[in-house]
């Protein structure tokens, strides 16, 4: 049988209509039918074509063409040669081949009509298609070169003298597998894919719609993000969820074939395969891509790159229908029952790279996505491609989808929580027979899960330190943790090396260091942003969306909002500081990771925080005029949120004495001066605010910032109590002026000068202090149980449910943590929780550390079962909370971290 034959067995009956036809030409113009037959073929291989008699040879040559399109691979309409002849058709005779007739040679310029209308309805064969091949596809014939018209036979040559792999199904069983994700949301996608498929089969089933489906119903699946964030992982999940999970909502589950195009690794575009016409290249593009998926990769020693090299000459065989049709061909023959669909889940990790070609990059990726939605829309009977885009740059293919094209469906792909990353040690601890309780006590392991933000990758280079590169370490590390082997400063170091050399963040930092203030800024400031917002870097320009795309940042988008929130995790957010220096030295200590490290320096740490974020704000040239409520965001009144604030750039200055006083002198030989531009941390125990600072502009305001550590709850009287003594500060300053005066009334000559003079300062001091406006700041880790509208005018409260928005994501998840640590049965030392509650001695503190050695405690009811004589502390059951377990792991997630662009 000729190779034109042999193609013939893969096709399927899928189009009764050439595209001449879908041109429809005026009624005027009388329609014929002409059988023709492509010369060497058996006569059971003739085929119809509808014309019209008025258009011309040329005209039938193309529909030809368009007809037979898998026949004539590579093959122009004009090189097409017609014979008008005149064979019967009978049941006898279709198995006859016809390889030499006597017919008359038609010309491309002569109208069909001379030669067939009278005849318009004759079944007899009246064409024989003589096909004049390629320079690339044949040798010539006079040597004797067999023509190459096959994927089989194009293979055949491809693979001559090239190995076999040996078997890659053992080696890949022997390999440790890849880890885990967890809690990813694949019902959006799932649901657009049931959508696409059965539409698809409603199309082949030619059921009748008032409104057909059209393209826009069809859609691409899109995954977008920032380097890292586990793109290329989610297809793999996804597929798998499908194959083991998907209830189809219409006809019988398809077989279904995995396949990945990474467009960096592997299968990277060349500028020759963008020459010519777009279309082909694209079908060819996309064709040789998954013919070496399918037929090559991991089966025979040979690249990508050679394979297309290989091909070359051959290409024209392997456009993207053909592709298709031959393998639906083998897997119907092994493995499809009948009447199943091949499903093919195509994943095009890196798709961005597509943009960036020189040669009309966007037109290119608009027609890939014609020519793949096209198999998503039931081109081919019986196969169906669903398509998944995985890269850095979602809004240029949104952009580039016109509104007549098949739509582009963007998932939701968050970052990790931390409850997935517990479960993810946790499967790496209980796969080698691991209790929690041998990790779970360890607080450093659970700050270095915090500092991984949730990026995949920063998670997968932390557990490569824990695990070994392949995580083949794994008891090691556990046998380790348990006999206090392990450093966790080095581990630190090592994963932050890592990180910064996977993405760069150091060297970017240095060379656009006010960009990356900028960045900052909007992260630790919690600012909505337009993902087209653009900012500047140095003399240049660049979007947000861009950055994301060049690994930088992370993009969330806000729920029911059209904007987004820049999230940097912890780890790049501590290269950043070292390189901008935009942290005081304090503050960075923050980013160190060490067991004994704590927040007793609550006063010092707010201080530090405060300053950072006014210096961003002056070095970055921003609005300094800000209401009170945009800078400290906690609960107050409207009027005290509301009160505008000129913020200029301050100094730290550590009190050594207690303020309200005249002596200003500060640590590290420094002296503060009671006016705007100082920031004073008060000395130990005063009578006054722990930090406070004066604002003389719009209107003069003295900021007071109460920092209260976790003890007791905070009520409303409190709040009341310690604004009014701050308040009172000035009648403070003139009842010690008084008192200075009454004593230099008694006092020696020598001592009423002094003590006049003192007095004096003081009423001075009360005079200055008067005209400022006093308003209290708390800053709490206590609990709050009232109601926030009755927090007093001139007060303000910063608790654990705004620490979100205060501190930031950076800040707010560690400083929940380390607050909270003390009344963690799970992880407090002995000597915090004795310190922390009177109800719990020494000997019952060093029990729960020992208890832990052989059970964790999920709940307060599992606690009481091994401490009896504790069931009755009603504190212990209000303050206790049980980290790593749910309930107790939300509070430390970063509210919206679960939705992303």
């Known amino acids: ?9 893969v096709l399927s009956p899928f189009r009764v209509q050439t595209k001449f036809e879908e041109k429809t030409l005026p009624a005027r113009y009388t329609d014929i039918m002409v059988f023709c037959l492509v010369q060497g073929d058996a006569i059971k291989n003739s085929f119809p074509i509808d014309i019209s008699s008025h258009t011309t040879v040329g005209h039938l040559k193309k529909a030809i063409k368009d007809e037979k399109q898998n026949a004539f691979i590579g093959i122009d309409a004009d090189k097409l040669t017609l014979w008008r002849v005149d064979i019967v058709q009978t049941k006898e005779n279709q198995e006859m081949t016809i390889k030499e007739h006597k017919g008359v040679e038609l010309h491309s310029f002569e109208s069909v009509g001379t030669h067939f209308q009278d005849v318009p309805l004759s079944t007899n064969i009246r064409i024989i298609v003589q096909p004049l091949l390629p320079a690339t596809t044949v040798g010539p014939s006079h040597q004797g070169v067999p023509q190459v018209t096959s994927i089989e036979d194009a293979m055949k040559k491809i693979l001559e003298g090239i190995h076999k792999q040996m078997d890659v199904d053992n080696v890949d069983n022997n390999k440790p597998k890849p880890m885990a994700l967890k809690q990813r949301d694949l019902k959006q996608a799932i649901d657009v894919i049931d959508r696409n498929f059965c539409n698809s089969l409603d199309k082949q089933k030619a059921i009748k719609k008032e409104t057909p489906t059209a393209k826009t119903n069809y859609r691409i699946l899109l995954c977008g993000g920032a380097p890292g964030i586990g793109k290329t992982r989610y297809g793999v999940e996804l597929f798998n969820c499908l194959d083991k999970e998907w209830k189809i909502s219409k006809g019988q589950k398809p077989y279904m074939l995995y396949m990945l195009f990474d467009f960096t690794n592997g299968y990277a575009l060349d500028e020759y395969e963008i020459q010519g016409d777009i279309k ?10 998954l013919a070496y998926h399918y037929l090559v990769h991991k089966k025979y020693v040979m690249s990508f790159t050679v394979f297309r090299t290989k091909s070359n000459e051959y290409k024209q065989c392997f456009r993207l229908s053909n592709v298709l049709l031959y393998i639906h061909n083998l897997e119907h023959e092994s493995l499809i029952q009948r009447g199943k669909h091949l499903f093919i889940f195509l994943q095009i990790d890196e798709f961005q790279l597509i943009f960036k070609e020189r040669n009309g990059g966007e037109k290119l990726f608009k027609q890939l996505m014609y020519t793949l939605g096209h198999h998503m829309a039931g081109e081919i009977p019986e196969v169906f491609v669903q398509t998944l885009l995985s890269g850095t740059a979602p809004q240029d293919a949104i952009r580039a989808m016109e509104p007549t094209m098949y739509s582009i469906e963007p998932l939701d792909l968050p970052l990790l929580s931390l409850e997935s990353r517990l479960e993810i040690m946790r499967e790496f601890a209980t796969n080698h027979g691991v209790s929690d309780c041998v990790w779970v006590p360890k607080v450093w392991i659970h700050q270095l899960l915090l500092d991984t933000g949730g990026l995949p990758r920063a998670l997968e280079y932390l557990f490569a330190e824990f695990f070994g590169q392949d995580f083949t370490r794994v008891k090691e590390f556990f046998e380790d943790l348990e006999k206090k082997k392990l450093i966790p400063s080095t581990i630190y170091t090592s994963v932050s ?18 960009l990356i203030y900028e960045l900052v800024y909007r992260n630790i400031m919690e600012i909505e942003s337009d993902i087209s917002d ?5 003399d240049h320009r660049i979007k947000l969306e861009h950055l994301e795309r060049d690994r930088h940042l992370i993009l969330r988008r806000l729920e029911e909002k059209d904007k987004v929130q820049i999230d940097i995790p912890y780890f790049f957010m501590y290269h950043y500081a070292s390189v901008l220096g935009v942290f005081t030295e304090h503050l960075n200590h923050a980013f160190l990771l060490d067991e004994i490290w704590s927040w007793q320096n609550w006063e010092k740490f707010i201080a530090d925080f405060i300053t950072s974020r006014i210096n961003m ?3 970055l040239n921003k609005e300094k005029l800000l209401k009170l409520g945009n800078f400290f965001r906690g609960s107050g009144s409207n009027v005290t949120l509301g009160q505008l604030i000129n913020f200029g750039s301050v100094e730290i200055y550590e009190l050594n004495h207690q303020f309200p006083c005249l002596n200003l002198s500060a640590k590290e030989g420094k002296t503060a001066v009671l006016k705007p531009g100082y920031i004073m941390i008060n000395g130990y125990s005063a009578p006054f605010a722990d930090i406070f600072f004066l604002v003389d502009e719009p209107d003069p305001i003295l900021i007071a910032i109460q920092c209260r550590l976790r003890k007791n709850l905070l009520n409303l009287k409190t709040i009341e109590d310690e604004h009014k003594r701050n308040a009172n500060i000035s009648h403070k300053m003139e009842e010690k002026a008084r008192k200075l005066k009454n004593d230099s009334k008694i006092a020696s000559r020598e001592k009423k000068e002094e003590l006049r003079k003192e007095a004096e300062k003081y009423t001075q001091l009360g005079n200055l202090l008067s005209k400022y406006r006093v308003i209290t700041i708390f800053v ?25 928005t205060f501190f930031g994501p950076v ?24 310190s922390r509650y009177k109800a719990i001695s020494q000997d019952i503190g060093e029990r729960i550390e020992q208890t832990r050695k052989r059970r964790i405690f999920r709940s307060h009811e599992e606690f009481c079962e091994e401490f009896k004589e504790l069931a009755d502390v009603n504190e212990l059951r209000d303050d206790f909370i049980y980290y790593p377990y749910p309930p107790y792991i939300e509070p430390f997630e970063h509210s919206n971290k679960r939705t992303r662009v």
Do not use: W
Request: net charge neutral.
């Open 1 to 9: 049988m000729s190779s034109y034959s042999s193609l013939s067995r």
């Open 280 to 289: 082909i290249a694209s079908e060819i593009i996309l064709g040789l891509r």
């Open 497 to 514: 090396k890592d990180i910064d050399t996977a993405y760069k963040i150091k060297p970017y930092a240095r060379e656009h260091k006010m």
């Open 534 to 538: 653009v900012l500047q870097d140095g």
């Open 617 to 619: 704000i002056d070095v």
């Open 780 to 804: 709490t880790t206590q609990r709050f149980n009232e109601e926030l509208e009755r927090i007093p005018n001139d007060c303000i409260l910063i608790h654990q449910e705004k620490f979100d």
């Open 811 to 834: 800040f707010s998840s560690r400083t929940k943590f380390v607050m909270t640590r003390d009344s963690n049965p799970n992880l407090s030392t002995a000597s915090q929780l004795t």
